[in-house]
DNA sequence: ACAGCCATGTAACTTGTTACATGATTTT
DNA sequence: AAAATCATGTAACAAGTTACATGGCTGT
């Protein structure tokens, strides 16, 4: 939902055409995010779709310098949608789609898998990403315009990012370690059960007695 | 990736049919990822189509009690596959496609936004979604299994990365001040170019004059 | 003439996600 | 009989992403 409210917000201040959505977008994020030139006019036709932008395709009049203009132009729904977006702040906090949280969640499930060794792998690889991150932070004046300003807001954020990764990576780390010594969390066997249509015998145990 | 990658993972540790994987991961990951039934058989689907994954819909033996069961197999490039994800680091921090960072990125470079509010409402909410998650990990004891060690896992990584936003934020504000102060980070106005087919002359200056 | 950028698209594809249909079985 | 759960799917859609086609114009 980003882009599209990206490009949203460009298009309040103004109607533009497709490959000026591309360079003021470029010029806004510090070419920050890669984006396709065709990705424009998807996403260009999708918020015509859903009534939030109107395309004005019309042929300049039929002078000398006669051009086919294509315009898109924000509707009020449209300036609506952009300020919600603008004064909502993004949730990324109420359910978790962390790729290294899960893949660490299932990896101490498995019995082939040594849990330690992920979580290592990962922090070395993080802590490279820190290293080449603040090498472009080292070497960074202070923004001179709206460019540099967010290439520096965007690397600070992938750091900031980074080190609480590595952080977590250690609590998650210790929390493991001492839970493998007390016999905690083993490896999660399959449950070996045929499929059978239908509830299940309430009193028939699966698992929940190695519990208690 | 991760629920494609998840599934496989599991199954590598022996054939399951769908609605059993939806089990499996549901303990594994201490239902932490919101997972619909289907998206199970629409993975399954994919996994199989891509040669990672057999499916065997065979009908049991015409006893008494036949039905007819599907189960998911790993192949070989399965396997592989798997252990690939497992040994390999999650890359979150080469690009960035953080929805807060474009967002304020964008918001800075807008006339009628005011970034200061936009990052005084996202501080509010992040705070917010601190100390609900704070909540939980109070309650919690120790983790007694690989479920509870999984929602233990996930909930700290939300945290730290909110916490690590909340620094971010500071940072980025006191930034913004200092650059306003300077009069160099102002909104940018859209370019009040027509539409020109092919290379703009390199002599005509656009705006870069502008800088020096 | 030719390379290279400006400009507008189209088509296909990826993962993730939801809503729905269908039926079997078991508990109440 | 009805509700709840087990089990297998199908269809459609979302946003993002890439590859490609097609021109026009400009500087060399």
Known sequence: MSIRHS?????????CYGYQLRSEFDRRTGSTWPLNVGQIYNTLDRLVRDGLVTKTSAPVDSGPDATQQTYYTITDAGKIEAEHWLNSPVDSYSVSRDELAIKLAIAVTLPDVDAHTVIEHQRQATRGAIDALSLTVEVREDARDASQFAEQLVTDSLCAHAEAELLWLDRVEAT?????????????????????????ATTAPTNEAAIA
């Open 176 to 200: 493991l370690t001492t839970a493998q010594s007390h016999g905690l969390v083993e490896a999660f066997p399959l449950n070996l059960t045929k499929p059978k249509r239908g509830r299940p």
């Open 7 to 15: 490009l949203l917000s460009i298009l309040a201040q103004g109607p």
